[in-house]
């Protein structure tokens, strides 16, 4: 810790900073995982410097950050952090984004954990931004071609289609049988109601 204060402090007017200063933060970031009051140091260091941008293309900063922040109650501030930081690991930064709000709907329910459906409904309500998934958020739902070719298989041939016919529809739409399957028992259920 102390030499990587001395390097932060030698290096201070450098821009960009050496790329050496970055992989001992990186490194440390990992060692002091389990003591929180040398994390909490060394991620104020990080963040109170000019460089704090070029720190935040590390996984292992940004992952102590966020945690820094949650324990301080800082929800916003570590969302503001995930969504404007520039390391590359997009999936782990969405997961950090949900562990986010997760925890915020903990605090504020006073609760220990989230059952699944908790979760699944806090994801829902707090989407990560575009900056995290550029490609957008992946979803369940077929195409609309998909899923007209299986309505109109629904309304003119049958709604519920025997083995031979799912594995046809399964090879045309380059889907899975068990999920043709599942559309036709989803697509009765709902005409039964």
């Known amino acids: 810790m102390k030499q990587f204060m001395a390097m932060l402090n030698k290096n201070k007017n450098k821009d960009p900073p050496p790329s050496k200063l970055l992989d001992l933060a990186g490194k440390l970031c990992q060692e002091l995982q389990n003591s929180f009051p040398r994390l909490e140091k060394l991620v104020e260091a990080m963040m109170g410097c000019k460089h704090r941008m070029y720190f935040l293309t590390n996984i292992h900063v940004v992952r102590a950050c966020v945690f820094v922040h949650i324990h301080n109650g800082q929800h916003d501030t570590a969302c503001s952090l995930l969504e404007h930081c520039k390391a590359?690991?997009?999936?782990?930064?969405?997961?950090?984004?949900?562990?986010?709000?997760?925890?915020?709907?903990?605090?504020?329910?006073?609760?220990?954990?989230?059952?699944?459906?908790?979760?699944?409904?806090?994801?829902?309500?707090?989407?990560?931004?575009?900056?995290?998934?550029?490609?957008?958020?992946?979803?369940?739902?077929?195409?609309?071609?998909?899923?007209?070719?299986?309505?109109?298989?629904?309304?003119?041939?049958?709604?519920?289609?025997?083995?031979?016919?799912?594995?046809?529809?399964?090879?045309?739409?380059?889907?899975?049988?068990?999920?043709?399957?599942?559309?036709?028992?989803?697509?009765?259920?709902?005409?039964?109601?």
């Open 88 to 193: 590359e690991e997009k999936k782990e930064l969405v997961q950090l984004w949900h562990e986010v709000h997760y925890q915020r709907v903990m605090e504020r329910h006073h609760r220990d954990f989230l059952t699944p459906l908790q979760k699944f409904r806090c994801r829902k309500r707090n989407p990560p931004p575009i900056s995290l998934c550029p490609e957008g958020l992946k979803t369940r739902n077929y195409p609309e071609e998909v899923r007209q070719h299986l309505h109109r298989f629904a309304a003119e041939v049958t709604a519920n289609p025997d083995k031979e016919q799912r594995e046809g529809l399964a090879r045309d739409m380059n889907l899975q049988p068990l999920q043709v399957y599942n559309w036709f028992a989803n697509y009765r259920r709902r005409r039964k109601s």
